[in-house]
């Protein structure tokens, strides 16, 4: 059968997508070519004559919601059929960055502002699950797709996150952007209905659903057109988990609900921003891949950020701890300025195996140590240096000198403790950070 996806869900997810798949200074190239589904088509088609190539990848069987076109959709004059082209979008990224001066209406504070907006529009039962600051639906960073991107947003942020509502549970994915584009017609199988609101605002919804290998997947979306020229659109699934394999059967917020959060003036492109608030926290600087261990709740993030407030860091504050972006087994925080010159990362993660003393380097002069203490704790430390030159601008060269004290429980948990600054004597110092490794109760 043919595979592909709608048009509606193309234009919610493409730039959802590139932002994912950006890499600083890197070309994105970013295909959507396979053609729409045939919504009439429900049974696997016949086979041909001609041998498979069994080196080719499997292409999987997509069977998405039977559109009529000749019905009417409510609140459009007009209904157009749906266009069977084909989408690519290139372009050329920079940084992603909350201070771009190209996109003036964004910025940290303005990020956080939306993030609550999402936040205290949910249904009073709906909670939002423990993740990192980039499923956690907080707004990211802008991405630069470059002036010669075809089709760009004029700066486009995104949220996503799973939300739970008693037995229902699944994604939600919210997404702002400035537009000068005209507001698109309607077209057969992209919405339900179209609503006029007082203030202009026009809003396209769809309630609708796709399988993907006999697997179906339910999904809502809101899009709302604002005369300022923003773009908010927010479309929720069943379906959660890192892969999106898990569906619920049910999504666990409405139409509605969708409705409220794209008309949410507070994310519109031109609301200020309330003085005084934050920007939003950072992700992990650094992080493990590794998901041997038990997935760390919120509760116990809480009660070892308990822990940690009773450290003494001479006036500087921790913030909470964070799960990282790629295990649910490792939390990070720290502070960039612990003293003028020193920066503070501490992580934990749980299910680490007892590390071995490395065999030394001729040469290398290193400075790594490794003692046993009498419970069987394995203490590690290490003072190193690094170096990096800008992409951009070969002039500008930064060199660090960071101190690391790593600890690892008999148990598992694994504490690592590091300083940077432009030199040893600026870091924190060795015996501290290890004092800070060892404090009682870190453990998961």
Not at 12 to 21: D, E, F, K, N, P
Not at 64 to 82: F, H, M, N, R
Not at 303 to 319: E, M, Y
Request: charged share 20%; glycine share 8%.
């Amino acid at each position: 059968m043919d595979v592909g996806v709608s048009s509606h869900t193309k234009r919610l997810w493409t730039y959802a997508l590139i932002l994912i798949s950006v890499v600083a200074l890197v070309v994105v190239v970013v295909g959507l070519l396979l053609p729409r589904a045939d919504p009439e088509l429900t049974t696997a088609p016949t086979s041909s004559s001609q041998e498979p190539d069994p080196a080719a990848p499997e292409m999987p069987d997509i069977v998405e919601e039977p559109v009529d076109l000749d019905a009417p959709i409510p609140g459009c004059d007009v209904v157009e059929t749906p266009d069977e082209g084909y989408s690519v979008i290139t372009g050329t990224s920079g940084e992603p960055s909350y201070d771009n001066p190209k996109f003036p209406w964004f910025n940290g504070p303005k990020a956080t502002e939306m993030s609550n907006a999402v936040a205290e529009v949910l249904p009073s039962r709906a909670k939002i699950e423990f993740a990192s600051p980039e499923r956690s639906l907080i707004f990211q960073p802008i991405t630069d797709f470059g002036e010669d991107t075809p089709d760009r947003p004029d700066g486009y942020t995104s949220a996503n996150g799973s939300v739970t509502n008693g037995d229902a549970k699944g994604g939600l994915y919210v997404g702002v952007a400035q537009s000068s584009r005209p507001i698109p017609p309607c077209v057969a199988g992209d919405l339900d209905e179209r609503r006029i609101l007082p203030d202009g605002v026009v809003v396209d919804v769809q309630d609708t659903w796709r399988e993907t290998d006999g697997v179906r997947t339910l999904s809502r979306s809101a899009i709302a057109y604002v005369p300022d020229g923003s773009r908010i659109s927010a479309q929720a699934s069943d379906a959660s988990g890192r892969t999106g394999a898990e569906n619920s059967g049910a999504i666990p917020v409405s139409v509605g609900d969708l409705v409220r959060i794209v008309t949410d003036p507070r994310l519109r492109i031109s609301t200020p921003v309330p003085p005084g608030t934050p920007a939003p926290p950072a992700g992990c600087r650094s992080g493990s891949f590794d998901d041997s261990g038990p997935s760390v709740t919120r509760e116990l993030a809480r009660k070892l950020d308990t822990v940690l407030a009773s450290i003494d860091l001479g006036g500087a504050k921790l913030p909470p701890l964070q799960l990282g972006g790629y295990s649910e087994a490792f939390l990070c925080t720290g502070v960039p300025n612990v003293t003028p010159t020193a920066a503070l990362d501490i992580s934990i993660a749980g299910g680490q195996k007892l590390p071995v003393e490395e065999r030394p380097v001729p040469g290398a002069g290193s400075q790594k140590t490794l003692r046993t203490l009498g419970d069987g704790t394995v203490v590690q430390t290490d003072v190193s240096f690094s170096s990096s030159r800008s992409m951009t601008n070969p002039d500008d060269y930064t060199s660090e000198a960071i101190n690391s004290v790593v600890v690892t429980r008999p148990a598992g948990t694994q504490i690592s403790v590091s300083s940077t600054a432009p030199s040893p004597d600026e870091a924190l110092p060795l015996p501290q950070l290890e004092s800070i490794a060892l404090t009682t109760g870190l453990e998961l």
